[in-house]
T-cell receptor, first 113, second 115 residues
Framework: NAGVTQTPKFQVLKTGQSMTLQCAQDMNHEYMSWYRQDPGMGLRLIHYSVGAGITDQGEVPNGYNVSRSTTEDFPLRLLSAAPSQTSVYFC????????????FGQGTRLTVV | AQTVTQSQPEMSVQEAETVTLSCTYDTSENNYYLFWYKQPPSRQMILVIRQEAYKQQNATENRFSVNFQKAAKSFSLKISDSQLGDTAMYFCAFKGSSNTGKLIFGQGTTLQVKP
């Protein structure tokens, strides 16, 4: 099994550009989430989904959009990139919201110039 | 609000020796999970060990063990017989019964194992 697959691994954007970070899992997990990792702050939850068609905001949702049209995919959209969104982004999934274990993708390093 | 604190930004240890990474957390919940994740230079987040709060016995996974002190809200990670491959950033994380399912992470501790 591939687990959680994120693409791309690296991306450079200009301020104001938009882009989509892709996340796919092949474990039939209900719960999927996006985190951002910033130096000295650990990982913080951006958005999450408890199933197809259901999404909600996490701790730092501003400037990001998500959708969940299938169980497998959970893309994260940056609507108008800002330098403050320079970060490493992780997608994670677990069987359910209360699942004991989260599986993480390999992360995307995004730089906004 | 729940918080997780790792007070050691950087640590180093000689190969084959033992090192302990500290983590404290704050919560009013009684049932929750605690985790240690390893993040090597590859950036991959790897689950090292998990502790369920209702279990009194400390979790162990090969060379990794925890000292879980529920009353003190402390959750330290002990790495025995340190290996060069243990060099990484280590994150302590908390998962409670929130309605977001989120993991709350500490700031991380960078561990360097020296030959």
């Amino acid at each position: 099994n591939a687990g959680v697959t994120q693409t791309p691994k690296f991306q450079v954007l200009k301020t104001g550009q938009s882009m989509t970070l892709q996340c796919a899992q092949d474990m039939n997990h209900e719960y999927m989430s996006w985190y951002r990792q910033d130096p000295g702050m650990g990982l913080r939850l951006i958005h999450y989904s408890v199933g197809a068609g259901i999404t909600d905001q996490g701790e730092v949702p501003n400037g990001y959009n998500v959708s969940r049209s299938t169980t497998e995919d959970f893309p994260l959209r940056l609507l108008s990139a800002a330098p403050s969104q320079t970060s490493v982004y992780f997608c994670a999934s677990s069987y359910t919201m209360t699942g004991k274990r989260a599986f993480f993708g390999q992360g995307t390093r995004l730089t906004v110039v | 609000a729940q918080t997780v604190t790792q007070s050691q930004p950087e640590m180093s240890v000689q190969e084959a020796e033992t090192v302990t990474l500290s983590c404290t957390y704050d919560t009013s919940e009684n049932n929750y999970y605690l985790f240690w994740y390893k993040q090597p230079p590859s950036r991959q987040m790897i689950l090292v060990i998990r502790q369920e709060a209702y279990k009194q016995q400390n979790a162990t996974e090969n060379r990794f063990s925890v000292n879980f002190q529920k009353a003190a809200k402390s959750f330290s990670l002990k790495i025995s017989d340190s290996q060069l491959g243990d060099t990484a950033m280590y994150f302590c994380a908390f998962k409670g019964s929130s309605n977001t399912g989120k993991l709350i992470f500490g700031q991380g501790t960078t561990l360097q194992v020296k030959p």
